[in-house]
């Protein structure tokens, strides 16, 4: 479940980021910047950052280059979970049925929470296109092929009248339905549905699919219940933006007029509909619109601000990336070998420390092996001796007893910790000289155990 709280840290940063941004966005009008940060920061919180992933992607691999056998070391502990495969089978340690209790916990919260929003969404259309008061609206083919070519709408989009639903909406993403209160005239009409087709355009009904998804997986994070409420105000603002670059003076009274109106009869908001306007309640917002709407001096936004805002979007999209490096999810090793080995080593991997070394094959060494001097030999019958590699050996000495097992050599570091390298090596009995073959395995310590 950490990637999963990762990811909600990450779509976290970006939504903050558009929250915080709000008023430079007021002041230059920079309403569609914000809606990329938003869209993004949804996109965040179903998905692992994909910058973030390529990022510690490229720098698992260059730091298994540079270790000097060219693998790396992983070291598992009883509470980190983890998988253990080999040709007979598999096994876990304690730490993966914790994972796996948790993670069906997550699970069911989550399939409950989206069944809840899945059926209220269903059973609110089937009861508002299965009303009588609903009725396709009377508009000829032509008008509305031009409102479609003003705003160039591809997509298909009915129409229907009603004296029941107050205001105005969108709901449905692949079949899109317009459902706009019933005897408003021409030039009101005309407006609304501009405002309705930019939301359809926008495909801001398929965002608060997603960003209801997202409440519901993320139910953890208390910052994910103010994403609909955010998300919606800034749909609203983009798409009064659009609506009114076309609009004389005289349309933008009316546009405004009409949002008030609206806005005293809605009871209700509606999470995964695209409403013309917000409920009564949404004082603010409606207040906002309307504000934005009969603004006359608009700043422009200039290049170097421009150029200041794809600056900030990087830092941001950097900032989001880092958490993914804190990933550590469930290891999977697998070894091969000895049958009545890996049977041995499979015992002692429910509730034991070890440490797994990548050297073609996963194998196995104690993290309280027995190490009693910086450069050691241990023979194959677990004597140790140590070794002094700058002493000569006995004069004379023809190397004729050897004895093999394995060097090792320990060197500690300033900040604790330690490296321990393991060589192929053969010792002569006689004098004790040092044959080394080759490395087989190089294992880092943060704090060093030895």
Known sequence: MSLLVLMSVSGSIFMLSGVCLQKTAEKFSLYKWQDVLFKTAIVLYLIPCPLGLWARRLWEEAERRTTASGFTDVRISPGRASVLLNDQGGTVNRGFWVFLAIAVVFLIVILARLFKEISKYLSMKSAMMSAEDYREADIEEEELKGLKEKIRLRRIVRIYESSFSGNAFTMGYFRPVIIIPENLEKQQRDIVLLHEMYHIKRNDILFKFLATAAVCIHWFNPLIYFLPGIFNRNCELNCDEMVIQNLSWEERMLYGREIFRQALLVKEERNMFAGFCGNRTKKGLTKERVENIMRENRKKCS??????????????????SVPVFAYDGVTVLRIEGDEELIRERCEDFF??????????NFMFEQEDMDIRFDQQFTDENGNIYEVDKNAGGRAGCTHSSLISGTYQEHVKNSSGGCVLKNYNANRCNGCGSMFLGSLISESKYTVCPH
């Open 351 to 360: 509730n034991k420390d070890i440490l797994a070394t990548t050297n073609g």
């Open 303 to 320: 290049r170097k601000a421009k150029f200041a805002m794809g600056v900030l979007t990087s830092m941001i999209w950097i900032v989001s």
